[in-house]
């Protein structure tokens, strides 16, 4: 009987995975680099465990952190929050009703999934692993965990030029979830471990319960490959495509079956289902330089220099006497009572003071403000007071100047973000979006006839050839007559796509104000709206403007008609007129 042969893409993702985990890559002349070592070292910083507590001499060694103060310095200098995150249009006036919509479902979509503690999360391992890798799914996004996702290429610039395959640790309800998978049942009888480990190379920990070691692999397969994944046979060695595809029974499987739980062909590029933030700038690997990396060696430095003050502090603190004569009590302190005299000729006292004390402490001044030169982590950023002496305007120019670093570094993290919300999240959240949900975020009607507005100039675009020659006050007629038969078919708009196509292309997100151009369009109309008198003009740029900031368009008052006027005025009344509203300057945040 022929033995069945396994799928190439089988070797090639252990193969990849092996790399990854024990080959140093040489990033440029004779630098060497293993990008998995660099983030357990990382790891073993931020777990404050870099060697053994207990001397042999049962000296015990200190950890003294200069690290994660700094880093928590520039989380809270990058911090933003759901409040800051902003759908706008290149087209305000126009698109009004859509970009309110679209901010209202981001906002609630935000608050029902704790999104707020998402982003702190992010900016923290942002700043203190220097990356932070973000995966579509279903219904969002997740965090990449950087022990357990491996980069084929740790020489790529960009997340396009690599694969990438990360490992889960899953158990069988979780399998059993994954409901678009194939043969979840024959990997929960066959292929359990009853260890867990949090990396492929940390100590296993026996579990009570089955755990299963699952790889996903995405990036470029051939056909061929792609074809036996699949089962089939046949296929060419160079056509190549993007694919995802899942198996179990890799690297632990010891010979056991491999099975593939998931293959599929994807569209777009790599950067339509993973997206990396980097803090550096490229230095010939993916992995970029953060703040633990940084300080690597001022951390060393600094238990050097605390342990050194440590225990020369300790002798230094010590009292002890010398003397020739061998009738001396050996221990004066323990031997003597109150009161007792000591009898002796040469009784002096042993200088034990420390004498490289004042060099250890210079030395431990220059390695932290080094540190701080480094990771930008002035007195004035911290929030501390400024040495005495130091002029006034030199702290704020060191203010100004640490203020633009962190002014890029958050522009860094929000630019993929933005990505992320504009690309990823805005179509899943519109498109289902019906009437019951409009009712629910703004609670009136004058949203869905703004929508049935951009719907009718959708369709008149599209159709604008078949309609055949007419004029401006035709147009203007067969745009109410659809707009009316819109209203009568399909009051609740339930199906709202066609408005989101068009629509989309013109919104964006905007975190870190790069929508500063509308701010100033405000700033121009309300030094306008000074000079005007005409009230309807007042009244036109009021409304521009309040669209431009996202706020519902108040209803206009009706016309009184001039009989209810003479009566109104009769009865002590003051009549209003025509789409008269009093021209208030909105305070603008």
């Known amino acids: 009987m022929a033995t069945k042969l ?9 193969t990849d995975i092996d790399n990854y985990l024990s080959q140093n890559v040489e990033v440029s002349e004779g630098v060497f680099f293993n990008q998995y070592d660099l983030i357990k070292r990382i790891y073993k910083f931020k777990n404050r465990s870099l060697q053994e507590k207990i001397n042999t001499d049962l000296s015990y060694n200190y950890y003294f952190d200069i690290i994660s103060p700094r880093a928590d310095s520039e989380v809270k200098n990058l911090k933003f929050d759901t409040k800051n995150i902003l759908v706008f249009s290149e087209n305000p006036s126009k698109d009004f009703s859509a970009v309110f919509l679209a901010n209202a479902s981001l906002k609630d979509w935000l608050s029902e999934n704790g999104e707020d503690l998402k982003l702190k999360d992010a900016v923290e391992e942002f700043v203190s692993n220097g990356n932070v890798g973000f995966k579509k799914v279903d219904g969002g996004y997740e965090f990449t965990d950087a022990l357990n996702t491996y980069i084929t290429n740790i020489t790529a610039e960009h997340i396009e030029d690599t694969d990438v395959i990360e490992r889960h640790e899953m158990t069988a309800i979780d399998l059993k979830k994954m409901t678009a998978w194939d043969n979840t049942d024959k990997v929960i009888k066959n292929l359990g471990n009853k260890t867990f480990t949090a990396s492929s190379q940390t100590t296993p920990v026996e579990t009570t319960n089955k755990r299963y070691e699952i790889f996903e692999f995405t990036g470029e397969v051939s056909e061929k490959e792609y074809n036996e994944v699949k089962g089939k046979k ?20 010891g010979g056991r079956e491999k099975v593939v739980l998931f293959a599929e062909k994807l569209k777009g590029e790599m950067t339509d289902y993973y997206l990396y933030a980097h803090r550096g700038k490229y230095e010939g690997r993916f992995w970029r330089v953060g703040m633990y990396e940084m300080l690597f060696d001022h951390q060393i430095r600094a238990n050097e220099i605390g342990n050194q003050l440590a225990r020369g502090l300790d002798w230094a603190s010590r009292v002890i006497f010398r003397s020739k004569d061998s009738k001396v009590l050996q221990n004066i302190r323990a031997d003597m009572d109150n009161g007792d005299v000591v009898i002796t000729d040469d009784l002096t006292q042993v200088d034990v003071r420390m004498r490289s004390l004042d060099q250890l402490i210079a030395d431990w001044n220059r390695l932290l403000a080094d540190a701080d030169r480094l990771s930008n982590s002035f007195e004035v950023v911290r929030g501390e007071s400024l040495p005495s002496g130091t002029p006034f305007r030199l702290g704020l120019l060191i203010d100004q100047n640490a203020g633009r670093l962190f002014t890029l570094l958050r522009q860094k993290i929000t630019l993929v973000y933005r990505r992320v919300f504009r690309e990823w999240l805005m179509p899943e959240l519109v498109k289902g979006m019906k009437g019951k949900d409009i009712f629910r975020f703004v609670g009136e009607t004058d949203i869905l006839d703004q929508l049935r507005e951009i719907l009718v100039e959708n369709w008149y675009m599209q159709n604008l050839v078949q309609i055949g ?14 707009l009316d038969e819109l209203r009568d078919a399909d009051p609740m708009i339930e199906n709202s796509k066609e408005i989101w196509k068009g629509v989309l292309p013109r919104l964006f997100v905007t975190i870190t104000g790069e929508n500063y151009l509308y701010n100033e369009t405000v700033q121009d109309i309300l030094q306008l709206i000074q000079f005007e008198q005409d009230i309807n003009r007042i009244n036109f740029l009021l409304d521009m403007m309040y669209k431009i900031r996202g706020i519902n368009v108040p209803p206009k008052t009706e016309e009184i008609p001039p009989e209810s006027q003479e009566a109104l005025a009769q009865q002590g009344g003051q009549p209003q007129q025509e789409g008269l509203r009093e021209a208030q300057t909105p305070v603008l945040e």
């Open 6 to 14: 396994e799928p190439s893409l089988f070797s090639r993702i252990e």
């Open 469 to 482: 020659p007419h004029t401006k006050a035709m147009a203007e007629g067969i745009k109410q007559e659809k």
């Open 234 to 253: 046949g296929g060419k060695d160079n056509v190549f495509f993007l694919a995802k595809i899942i198996v179990a029974g890799l690297k632990k499987g």
